[in-house]
């Protein structure tokens, strides 16, 4: 058991691997490829990532890969607090604002206080608005978040 986030049938596009890249340049975190070493992947057909293991700030590797060939997998990353969550939490923010397929599966053992903290909502808004150029609506954020996390007893 852990600070787990699932997302069993999540599928990358184009524009999540867009705004992932933007996200990973905005964040502040070192983020590495999915053992924690060397470059993230971030494409189309696949997303995967991890915080750097040389500053012992990575856990479990973040991965989206392509699912056309097998929506039977199921998915999730421990990311047990580390700093990369920030990166993973405004990533799966992206994929439900956009509405990607399979975004309707995203779940966590977090919360939105925990979300928010974490810098992943904020990280999401400031990549969102640097790739598209314009705000997030963040009632529709909200609303999205609360369907798939719960709890937004908590105020922003």
């Known amino acids: 058991m852990g ?5 069993n049938t999540l599928v990358p596009d184009e524009r999540l691997a867009r705004i992932t890249k933007e996200i990973v340049k905005e964040s502040a975190v070192t983020i590495c490829g ?4 060397g470059k993230p992947v971030i494409t189309e ?16 590797t973040f991965c989206i890969p392509n699912r ?15 700093p990369y969550d ?10 439900l604002y956009l509405n990607c397929k399979g975004s309707d599966s995203i779940r966590s053992d977090g919360d939105f ?7 992943g909502i904020t990280l999401f808004q ?5 790739v598209y150029r314009k705000k997030v609506d963040d009632e529709r954020l909200i609303d999205l978040l609360e369907k798939q996390i719960g709890d937004r007893d908590w105020a922003w």
């Open 3 to 7: 600070y787990t986030h699932y997302f």
């Open 34 to 37: 999915g053992m924690g070493k």
């Open 45 to 60: 057909r696949e997303i995967s990532l991890n915080g750097d293991e040389s500053r012992r700030e990575d856990y479990e």
């Open 68 to 82: 056309e060939e097998d929506l039977g997998f199921h998915n999730f990353c421990k990311t047990a607090h580390q």
């Open 86 to 95: 920030e990166v993973v939490t405004a990533i799966l923010c992206a994929a």
């Open 113 to 119: 206080k925990e979300w928010y903290e974490s810098g």
């Open 126 to 130: 400031k990549a969102y608005e640097a």
